[in-house]
């Protein structure tokens, strides 16, 4: 299964557009590319997936290099109340599903 | 809107006592899982559970085990609680195993 390495941490103001980043160098064939993200005292919740190219919903949007070794989560006009632990994940296809969920990357939104 | 239950929030207990947690979800689907965040935030898969096949990750301790009566429930229990154990355990479902998982607001556990 693929590792990720994401930044710990990153800062933004409100209204800002915040670009976080993951690497998954080992990414196999079979794995797609899902985004979490965690505040305090609750379950992570789904953001956005993807397996390559370019993809957007109404939360996010996600972009996921030609090599697909690198994705970067685009949060348009962030708000405090994005302000969370963001995952990157990616998941082996194959049925023996166990997904690596990394450190994450700590988002600060200051006002 | 919170489709994925756990009880309880919160439970202290001493060493070597058991435990047993519950989960269940309103969504209908067929996968559910747990999963251990330590104090570090890392978290990590201990079991999924689909359509009566178990997937167990093989780091977790035998003392830990997953209880299912249908698919909208998955309990785990711990037979002996170590102070490691201390953690917030996670429930999640999903259709399948490859699917967005819905996650629970976790029960965390501090082992005295």
């Known amino acids: 299964l693929a590792k990720t390495t994401q930044p710990p941490s990153m800062e933004a103001y409100e209204g800002q557009e915040v670009n976080v980043s993951c690497s998954h160098t080992n990414i196999a064939t079979s794995e797609y590319i899902y985004w979490y993200r965690q505040v305090p005292h609750q379950g992570p919740q789904f953001i956005i997936q993807?397996?390559?190219d370019y993809v957007v919903n109404e939360v996010a949007s996600l972009f996921i290099s030609a090599d697909r070794k690198l994705s970067t989560l685009s949060l348009p006009w962030v708000s405090l109340r994005d302000a969370a632990v963001y995952y990157c994940i990616v998941t082996d296809m194959a049925g023996n599903y166990k997904p690596t969920f990394g450190k994450g990357t700590s988002l600060v939104v200051h006002p | 809107e919170t489709a994925v239950f756990q009880t309880p929030n919160y439970h202290v207990t001493q060493v070597g006592n058991e435990v047993s947690f519950n989960c269940k979800q309103t969504?209908?689907?067929?996968?559910m899982y747990w999963y251990k965040q330590d104090s570090k935030k890392l978290l990590k898969i201990m079991f999924s559970?689909?359509?009566?096949?178990?997937?167990v990750n093989e780091t977790v301790p035998r003392r830990f085990s997953p209880q299912s009566s249908d698919k909208a429930h998955l309990n785990l229990r711990i037979k002996s609680v170590e102070p490691e154990d201390s953690a917030v355990y996670l429930c999640?479902?999903?259709?399948?195993?490859?699917?967005?998982?819905?996650f629970g607001p976790g029960t965390r556990l501090l082992v005295l």
């Open positions: 559970y689909n359509n009566k096949q178990l997937i």
């Open positions: 969504l209908g689907h067929d996968t």
């Open positions: 999640a479902s999903s259709f399948g195993v490859q699917d967005t998982q819905y």
């Open positions: 993807g397996y390559k």
